[in-house]
């Protein structure tokens, strides 16, 4: 079963607007809760990352939004450009490393 | 820095055939793992080491071996290739602990005809 699940699997967001990916996770033990992007060809890369102690967490365009009660968390991306352009992950681990990765989101920004 | 190299980066196999795929870090990580990435699925954890001489399965270990002589090294094995491996491979590391950073090669892509 899918430990973390992840939508959309596509999104199509206009130059200048907000890509917005969502994630839900079931197992309470999760701490450590990080975005990667990936570019085709390319090995996934950490893009941002929140322990759930803290409800967000921003890095320039890219937000975390963390909601412990609902075991949801959601990556936002403003001001969305062309090179934006990206498979996007999100995941969870608890003690040990040992990450859970949902299905990956397809993000494609039209100039 | 070369940071986590994977070869070879393309390879095809017959239904029968076995393989070694190669995967080294030069990050004196502790923490090293193969992890397969299909369409709609996602990256499913295949094994991973903790160390040196430490293996352990992860999500979808069957039809694969690993092994773990050094620190660097972390080789991972298809015995008898099938369809179903075709796949894009992807070995990470990262120092052992809570919320660490896993650094990605750059894949290995597998197809078994």
């Known amino acids: 079963q899918q430990q973390v699940k992840q939508s959309p699997q596509s999104l199509i967001v206009q130059k200048g607007g907000i890509s917005i990916i969502n994630c839900a996770y079931e197992?309470?033990?999760?701490?450590?809760f990080p975005w990667y992007q990936q570019f085709p060809g390319k090995g996934p890369a950490l893009l941002i990352a929140?322990?759930?102690?803290?409800s967000e967490k921003k890095e320039g365009r890219f937000t975390i939004s963390f909601n412990k009660s609902a075991k949801q968390f959601s990556l936002h991306i403003m001001d969305s450009q062309p090179g934006d352009s990206a498979t996007y992950f999100c995941?969870?681990?608890?003690?040990?490393?040992?990450?859970?990765f949902g299905t990956g989101t397809s993000l494609t920004v039209i100039p | 820095n070369a940071g986590v190299t994977q070869t070879p980066k393309f390879q095809v196999l017959k239904t029968g055939q076995s393989m070694t795929l190669q995967c080294a870090q030069d990050?004196?990580?502790?923490?090293m793992s193969w992890y397969r990435q299909d369409p709609g699925m996602g990256l499913r954890l295949i094994h991973y080491?903790?160390?040196?001489?430490?293996?352990d399965q992860g999500e979808v270990p069957n039809g694969y071996n690993v092994s773990r002589s050094t620190t660097e090294d972390f080789p991972l094995r298809l015995l008898s290739a099938a369809p179903s491996q075709t796949s894009v491979y992807f070995c990470?590391?990262?120092?052992?602990?809570?919320?660490?950073?896993?650094?990605f090669g750059q894949g290995t892509r597998l197809t078994v005809v």
């Open positions: 990470a590391s990262s120092y052992r602990g809570e919320g660490t950073e896993a650094f």
């Open positions: 197992n309470t033990a999760f701490d450590y």
């Open positions: 929140i322990r759930p102690d803290v």
């Open positions: 995941a969870a681990s608890s003690t040990g490393n040992q990450f859970y």
């Open positions: 990050m004196n990580h502790e923490y």
């Open positions: 080491s903790v160390g040196a001489g430490i293996t």
